[in-house]
């Protein structure tokens, strides 16, 4: 069975600069169906990347995917106000066939 | 413009069971591949189970196994989650959420419901 685990678990940055999330898999993932949400307070997440680095319909250019294997990466080039929220990354198609990584939050330093 | 719309909070006492809906609108029921995430609060995501497409059956997370059922009325377009035996740590927000306009075997929900909310207390 896959696990995803997200580093770090919190993130202190200032508007204006770049994040870096990691998300980690157990072992190697064959699938590229690796996918990251954001989720702001009370809200239900909302898709940023599916397919490792395909931005979805409406996301800023500024945030980014990558990776392979193991090790899969979202990046904030540019940290706006409403981007300091709670990351997910999801991995579809393996065993199970569905699962998420535990979170990292990003916040205002 | 598909839309998941889903039943009203609920509270329930220990050992009882939780019905929750989730109506499709926009769509049809039938074309789409609903799924079935909580999160407790202060936590993280966490999966429930769902139909996987490839199969055509619904799939559901080993934790939840023999606990839970999902179901759909599509005459409705309308699918339902019942978790049985519920403990306080079934206390959650639960949402659905299916593939709208991503590929359909990425497993990327771009569209998800409201969520319930849920308080299981005695």
């Known amino acids: 069975e896959i696990v995803l685990t997200q580093s770090p678990g919190t993130l202190s940055l200032s508007p204006g600069e770049r994040a870096t999330l990691s998300c980690r898999a157990s072992q190697s993932v064959a699938s590229t169906n690796v996918n990251w949400y954001q989720q702001r307070p009370g809200q239900a997440p909302r898709l940023l990347i599916f397919g490792v680095s395909t931005r979805a319909t409406g996301i800023p250019d500024r945030f980014s995917g990558s990776g392979s294997g193991t090790d899969f990466t979202l990046t904030i080039s540019r940290l706006e106000p409403e981007d300091f929220a709670v990351y997910y990354c999801?991995?579809?198609?393996?065993?199970?066939?569905?699962?998420f990584g535990g979170g990292t939050k990003v916040e205002i330093k | 413009q598909v839309q998941l719309v889903q039943s009203g909070a609920e509270v329930k006492k220990p050992g009882a069971s939780l019905k929750v809906s989730c109506k499709v609108t926009?769509?049809?029921?039938?074309?789409?591949?609903v799924n079935w995430v909580r999160q407790a609060p202060g936590k993280g995501l966490e999966w429930l189970g769902g139909l996987d497409p490839e199969l055509d059956e619904t799939i559901y997370a080993q934790k939840f196994q023999g606990r839970v059922t999902m179901t759909e009325d599509t005459s409705i377009d309308t699918a339902y989650m019942e978790l049985r035996s519920l403990t306080s740590e079934d206390t959650a927000v639960y949402y659905c959420?299916?593939?709208?306009?991503?590929?359909?075997?990425?497993?990327?929900?771009?569209?998800w419901g409201q969520g319930t909310k849920v308080t299981v207390s005695s």
């Open positions: 959420a299916t593939v709208g306009d991503t590929p359909g075997g990425s497993g990327a929900f771009d569209i």
């Open positions: 926009g769509y049809t029921l039938t074309e789409l591949s």
């Open positions: 999801q991995l579809y198609g393996s065993s199970p066939l569905l699962t």
